[in-house]
């Protein structure tokens, strides 16, 4: 298949050096992407949904992947492991939903998606991932299609420079390389080197994911290893200024002044807003258990946050969360006052 496709992905033309919120099962929800890209993410990407359960109309899974048009650019990401699900499964959603692009996730480490032969365990046959990538290119002529893979499934079979070409081959329009294999999981440095590796290999844009927020220098990043754009995942877990902070540092090489606590609970109450609103159908004891693990980050590091955190997973009512704002405020307030007594 030819792989010179029309441009369809805009944020990568004129040098533009777009920033994803990668993909996290549990966390990327509608409120946190929202939170993210008012934070400075350039494109965001849905929790990853099995095609199966698209096709048997799962209600909760569609709930996942719904965005609103400030979102945008956005993606849907899928797994699965036939070709032909697959391919219906991304028809399917983009006829609904109407995404900047369908992601195919070929990546995911856990369990339970590779022993049904998905996510990072089709690095292992190449094949049928490439089969995978052009049964759902070939069912999409107006919506770009992209990837995400590990770059390899283990340090013996580092796959991800032969896979990339592949890909490329059979109309991916991006790929997004995690720079870990999957025997690694989340352990370890990334091998940028095997992600530079790839994106010298293949013309389409290449996008690097691992340890960014681990002492990698983000301007080196873009130099030395030649990646068209940064993923950023568990470190933007709770922390969407992320996005503001690499920014600021590829602009000038200086950090962002980082928030307050004030303002990290700010996020909080406009992270319980968004979810609120949108999600109007649900019983307030169904969505605040939704919403308590990625409550419950946002808090990690503030002042007592050990008995925040029970607090959280007690929660009954939205306005709880304010009370607790409040209170968190003030203890604060106490301590600081303590602090300038002593230094007096």
């Known amino acids: ?37 008012e934070k400075g ?29 400030d979102q945008r650019p956005m993606g849907v990401q899928i797994f699965g492991s036939e070709s032909d699900v697959m391919a219906a499964a991304a028809r399917t959603i983009v006829d609904r939903l109407n995404p900047d692009f369908i992601d195919l996730n070929f990546g995911c480490p856990a369990k339970k998606v590779t022993c049904k032969n998905a996510g990072s365990s089709l690095l292992r046959d190449l094949p049928l991932l490439g089969s995978i990538c052009e049964s759902v290119v070939q069912v999409l002529p107006d919506c770009p299609v992209t990837a995400k893979i590990r770059i390899g499934w283990d340090s013996e079979s580092l796959v991800a420079p032969e896979a990339g070409k592949l890909l490329e081959s059979v109309g991916i329009q991006a790929l997004a390389i995690h720079g870990r294999t999957k025997a690694q999981g989340y352990k370890g440095d990334a091998n940028w080197d095997i992600i530079h590796e790839t994106a010298q290999e ?9 340890s960014i927020a681990s ?17 950023m995942g568990r470190s933007a877990i709770g922390n969407p200024w992320l996005f503001e902070n690499i920014k600021s540092l590829l602009a000038t090489g200086e950090p962002a002044i980082p928030p307050t606590v004030e303002e990290r609970w700010d996020a909080v109450l406009r992270y319980a807003d968004i979810m609120r609103g949108h999600y109007t159908h649900l019983r307030t004891d169904r969505l605040l258990g939704i919403m308590k693990g990625r409550l419950v980050s946002f808090v990690a590091g503030f002042p007592g946050a050990r008995q925040l ?32 007594r002593v230094e007096g």
Do not use: Q
């Not at 004129?14 to 509608?30: H, S």
């Open 202 to 210: 293949i013309s389409i844009p290449v996008i690097g994911n691992g």
């Open 309 to 340: 955190r029970n607090r959280i997973s007690r929660l009954t009512s939205f306005e709880e969360i304010e009370v607790l704002r409040d209170e968190s405020l003030e203890a604060l307030k106490r301590v600081e006052g303590r602090v300038a």
């Open 41 to 69: 993410a350039d494109v965001v990407v849905s929790e990853f949904v099995l095609a199966d359960a698209i096709l048997r109309g799962d209600h909760k899974v569609w709930n996942s992947i719904e965005f609103t048009e």
């Open 1 to 37: 298949m030819d792989s010179m496709l029309p441009a369809m992905l805009p944020w990568f033309e004129d040098g533009k050096f777009p920033l994803y919120l990668a993909p996290m099962a549990g966390f990327t929800d509608i409120g946190f992407r929202k939170l993210c890209k």
């Open 215 to 231: 002492g990698y220098n983000v301007g080196e990043l873009r130099e030395r290893y030649g990646v068209s754009g940064l993923m």
